[in-house]
């Protein structure tokens, strides 16, 4: 593809790939560059999890556009999307209370609350704390390992689109993308680098806040071969996602989590998993910040995340099969949209929600074109 292009897009995750879908369907010729190849980041170190229900304001907007785009693209690209929903796990009095506040907000077309043994046969569980729970209707399921890199070869097959991975980014300038293999020009860029905006725009990056955030992941054998249709969060998961900060009984539920699991506060602990085609269970996650990612794992950590699984599952122990970092861009904001120059648009999800909004995000950036 020669000549002046229509639009660059620098990112070949899950925000840099909607947005040149976004160009595609328009009609305009665009190249995706991506210094992986295959991609390796936060688009596939993920749960797959499109968490719809528990979003908010510009969040709770865009992922519900997102929500019908995955599915839409699912059948276009020809990968999975499941409409699998998510059940909340509530173990104590103050988190079945902060559901049901929920509840009475959204209605029951988005959360259907559930008594304690509906959650044990929806999430396979045998934990006898378990005193309720609910379902978020409208939540969906990918595979991590499977639907970016499937979106990417289909997108690679569409007229007027180049994909080129394995190509790094040296220099953004109004019309032109300088990388080390090539010179590009087009009328339009879209740096969607996720946590890397510093590597091209470090003002910016600060002026936002942007850091990174790094999560520590384990994929473990499920106890007793069990399914799981829908996506798991628990009480930590309360105190992460903005649709609970609108109900006032999440102080209760905070308090108490931080005097009983300091440990896990101070991971800031996501206790979650989803499950892979194959069985095995995507389990996590923890969070730490700063400008470079921190290498080294705390083993504590770890063995916090599988042991808070194991009781959220009623088990005694969990089969670990891998361990990993995932990253993700952290800021005080949830998104960062801006133009640092003529014709450069940077989009970033900045809040560890780029499955569940990346789509919402791209369309309405290309919206504006």
């Known amino acids: ?201 470090p003002d910016l990056a600060a002026q936002h806040g942007v850091r990174r955030c790094w999560l520590q992941m384990l994929r473990v054998a499920a106890p007793g071969d069990r399914r799981v249709v829908p996506g798991v969060l628990s009480g930590f998961s309360l105190l992460r996602y903005a649709a609970f900060r609108e109900c006032g009984s999440l102080g209760a539920v905070r308090a108490r989590l931080t005097a009983e699991s300091p440990l896990a506060i101070e991971a800031d602990l996501n206790l979650m998993f989803t499950q892979l085609p194959d069985g095995d269970l995507l389990l996590g996650d923890t969070h730490g910040r700063g400008t470079t990612i921190d290498p080294f794992c705390s083993e504590a950590w770890f063995e916090l995340v599988l042991a808070e699984g194991a009781r959220l599952l009623g088990v005694e122990g969990l089969a670990v099969r891998e361990r990993w970092q995932g990253v993700y861009a952290s800021a005080p904001e949830e998104f960062l949209v801006a133009e640092p120059m003529e014709g450069v648009t940077v989009a970033s999800v900045t809040s560890g929600i780029g499955m569940t909004t990346g789509f919402g995000l791209a369309a309405e950036v290309a919206d504006g074109w």
């Open 1 to 201: 593809m020669n000549g002046l292009l229509d639009v660059v897009v620098i990112g070949g995750g899950i925000v840099g790939i909607a947005h040149a879908i976004e160009a595609a369907d328009r009609g305009l010729s665009v190249a995706l560059i991506e210094r992986d190849d295959p991609p390796v980041g936060a688009s596939i170190r993920n749960f797959g999890h499109a968490c719809v229900t528990a979003q908010a304001g510009d969040g709770r907007r865009r992922a519900l556009r997102a929500r019908e785009r995955w599915l839409e693209l699912a059948a276009r690209a020809g990968f999975w999307a499941g409409k699998t929903g998510t059940v909340v796990v509530a173990r104590a009095s103050d988190e079945l209370a902060v559901l049901h506040e929920l509840a009475a907000i959204r209605g029951p077309a988005e959360v259907e609350l559930l008594d304690a043994s509906e959650v044990r046969s929806r999430v396979g569980s045998a934990a006898h704390d378990i005193v309720g729970g609910a379902r978020f209707r409208l939540d969906l399921r990918v595979n991590p390992r499977e639907a970016a890199h499937s979106l990417l070869r289909w997108l690679a097959g569409r007229p007027g689109v180049a994909v080129r991975t394995g190509e790094h980014v040296v220099a953004v300038e109004p019309g032109v993308v300088r990388t080390n293999r090539a010179t590009l020009r087009a009328r339009r860029i879209v740096v969607a680098v996720n946590h890397d905006v510093d590597r091209l725009f």
